[in-house]
């Protein structure tokens, strides 16, 4: 069983986000701000031995697979920041690719959004804008990301490199860059590729089409959210459509308005939404979350899951992984996530839980005789 952990490496200092943000933030920046905002929340989270690493610092990628291999977990994907030839956040992956004693699969997913304040706030300035190009970006897009697909821990599927795109639902060149990255890969040796997407976004559309892609991520919690919201969204959009000539009227655009304060979920009738999904299609791969919390990013304006544990993990996660197998038909599962401290999804041990939650994936993993 593949289970591969999404793998965030904003935990170092770059020349952009010390200008967007101030001089030295990363991740952990937001991290140690964070305040619990009612009784009892769990935050601010602090990593076990107060272990605020730098990805730069070439032991941290050691420990952090050595850790991951120990309890169970397969490999990571990277989010992959390029606009357009621009990278950011790219030398933990480059580290490890040089790092040949570093023996633990990854895979790559193109986080391809504009690069925003979003992920803070409710604004969405755009600081760097994402372009497509065409063909001569695509080739040089491929070909900064074929030294990857060709190191031999790259994770592949049925032969060829997994490539993971996060919302192809914005590419409006898709079909014709994807065609000419599958020409491209062949051209340079490989079998080809193997894409997969992960947004619901995508699936969403009307008029999508999937045609390029060999797997679809139902990465959680988004997908069990959305199921859990459906009915609600749907009276919402009748309201929506009554209420907007009215307020029109008076001058209010009903698109700027947005809810306000936390937003509280419970973390059992998430899982149980997550348990109760069937795959749409041969193409689904099913997803998994340890935990969400985006206070750290988002304060009063997040939302947070109630009632976890390492123990709720386990249970939960033992019977996705058996489902991944008997439902899904699937060898492998993307949990959500490795180390998004600042949304709560981390494997990585902290201090009030150490290494509960690795634990918990080992003992699911052993109940499935997977490990």
Not at 180 to 191: D, H, P, S, T, Y
Request: proline fraction near 5%; aromatic fraction near 16%; charge should be negative.
């Amino acid at each position: 069983m593949k289970t591969i952990a999404f793998y965030l490496p904003q935990f170092h200092a770059i020349p952009e986000n010390d200008e967007w943000w101030g001089k030295g933030f990363t991740e952990w920046v937001n991290v140690k701000k964070a305040k619990p905002l009612y009784e009892g929340h769990y935050q601010p989270r602090v990593p076990l031995n107060d272990n605020y690493y730098n990805l730069l610092d070439p032991q941290t990628m050691r420990w952090q697979t050595q850790i991951a291999k120990e309890h169970g977990l397969y490999g990571f994907c990277f989010y992959h920041y390029w606009f357009d030839g621009h990278m950011l956040l790219e030398k933990p992956m480059e580290m490890l690719l040089e790092d040949k004693t570093i023996d633990f699969p990854f895979c790559v997913c193109w986080a391809n959004e504009h690069w925003t304040k979003a992920w803070v706030s409710k604004q969405d300035n755009i600081l760097i804008a994402q372009r497509y190009g065409e063909r001569k970006e695509w080739e040089e897009h491929f070909n900064y990301l074929l030294q990857f697909f060709k190191d031999e821990r790259y994770i592949k599927t049925n032969g060829k490199p997994l490539v993971v795109i996060y919302r192809p639902d914005l590419i409006e060149c898709l079909n014709d860059m994807l065609d000419c990255w599958q020409e491209l890969a062949v051209k340079n040796g490989l079998n080809g590729l193997e894409f997969a997407y992960q947004q619901i976004h995508f699936d969403l559309q009307n008029d999508k089409d999937d045609s390029r892609f060999a797997y679809n991520i139902e990465y959680q919690p988004n997908y069990a959210n959305y199921d859990l919201s459906y009915k609600e969204f749907a009276l919402l959009k009748k309201i929506k459509r009554w209420l907007t000539p009215i307020l029109q009227k008076i001058g209010i655009n009903i698109e700027q308005v947005r809810p306000q304060g936390l937003i509280k979920r419970d973390y059992d009738e998430v899982w149980n939404a997550i348990l109760n999904r069937m795959p749409s299609s041969e193409k689904s791969v099913p997803g998994a979350f340890v935990d969400w919390d985006n206070t750290p990013r988002k304060q009063e304006k997040g939302s947070v899951f109630l009632g976890v544990s390492p123990e709720k993990f386990e249970k939960y996660m033992t019977e996705q992984i058996r489902r991944t197998k008997e439902v899904y038909k699937k060898d492998m599962l993307f949990l959500f996530a490795w180390n998004e401290w600042a949304e709560g999804g981390y494997m990585e041990p902290d201090k009030k839980y150490g290494y509960g939650y690795l634990e918990a994936l080992k003992k699911a993993l052993e109940a499935n005789n997977e490990f």
